[in-house]
């Protein structure tokens, strides 16, 4: 900051030497002219001075001098701190004045009021390596000292007896203090692009960090979904016991239907009765949707807790593909076994859409959403191919996937490993493939 007040001066005392009365002691030939910024309206080129001395009235000049000098340094003092914080403003001022130094006068002049008069402007690259960035603060400070002390000098030297007019002396001061305002205006300036900086790096942090833990969470899902079996679908959820804590969980749920179809390959080890291959329980319903065997009891298809016997016969132990649609427009159903329709029905739950948002599980019967089993009423064996479709599928559609001619996969329901979680010890296994499960029947 002081760099600016300096240069001011540095312009005082040789405008001063030049401009005393005929018979006054002279500016040594080696003093140069230092440019500073001019107000808009200055007069002319350089700086034309009155003829008239001084009137009387004011301090004698050397006691105005020397109070000047202690208040520079009294002010050198003060702003060493805001020198200290603000290195980059010192770095480029002290680099504009020495190019001023360099220059003649007037076009010197011209260029700094130039650059001045643009505003904002950038401050050069930032110095990268502290020590260098110490390095130059001393180098500074002392370059200042030393200006300050033949300042000193020239002012005992040269103007001792001189006498500066008023109005060099108010124009001086207007000068220093528009020197002043801009430098406070840089500084204004370099502390919003600080806080600014900081705040855009701290935005690009979280940015980064946010994109980094999606990319962690994504990288540990697919290990986590990376399949030991040959593709996503080719497995079976083992149950092989009867209790009330072996079951399988489909992770997706159902939304609101007004038909379905409901598919699976299942292999029953347990009789009399196969229990619960699949069960949907949504708040305020636990039986939903339900498929059960219990005991010598026919099959059932449970829809919002009513009841429709299906024509069912799978406790032989051997693998058989089922498939059950219901549509809500009078309650129709159909039940299919091995790729034949073997009944059919309405008035099972006419009208009644199904709830969305429940739970649906895989070997076990739920009386609350997603618990409180039953042992008597668990599945025992093996299934597969678990898909639910939103409409009635056609019965050749429902036959060739059953005789293995298409894998079609449920649109609401598809049967992939990573929707299927395992419970209590159910397993996943790599299932035989279709044809092998068909020769089975």
Known sequence: GMLLVAAGLLLAVAAGGRGSPAGEQESPPGSRFVCTSLPLDAAGAGCPLPPVPMQGGALPPEEELKATVLQLRETVLQQKETI???????????????????????????????????????????PRDPAQVIDQLSRTMQTLKDRLESLEHQLRANVSYAALPSDLREMLQRRLGDLERQLLSKVAELEDEKSLLHNETSAHRQKTETALNALLERVSELEKGNSAFKSPDEFKVSLPLRTNYLYGKIKKTLPELYAFTVCLWLRSSASPGIGTPFSYAVPGQANEIVLIEWGNNPIELLINDKVAQLPLFISDGKWHHICITWTTRDGMWEAFQDGEKLGTGENLAPWHPIKPGGVLILGQEQDTVGGRFDATQ????????????????????????????????????????????????????????????????
Not at 92 to 115: F, H, I, P, Q, Y
């Open 84 to 126: 200290g914080s603000q290195r980059e403003a010192i770095r480029e001022l002290t680099g504009k004045l020495s190019r001023c130094e360099a220059a003649d006068g007037k076009s010197a002049a011209g260029a700094w009021k130039n650059e001045v008069g643009k505003g904002k402007d950038t401050m050069g690259d930032l």
């Open 378 to 441: 668990a599945f025992v064996g093996e299934m597969s191919q678990f898909n639910i479709w939103d409409r009635v599928l056609k019965a050749e559609d429902i036959m060739n996937i059953a005789n293995c001619s298409i894998n079609m996969p449920g649109n609401i329901i598809p049967w992939v490993d990573n929707n299927v979680d395992v419970f209590g010890g159910a397993t996943k296994w790599p299932v035989e493939t279709c044809e092998e499960r068909l020769l089975d029947l």
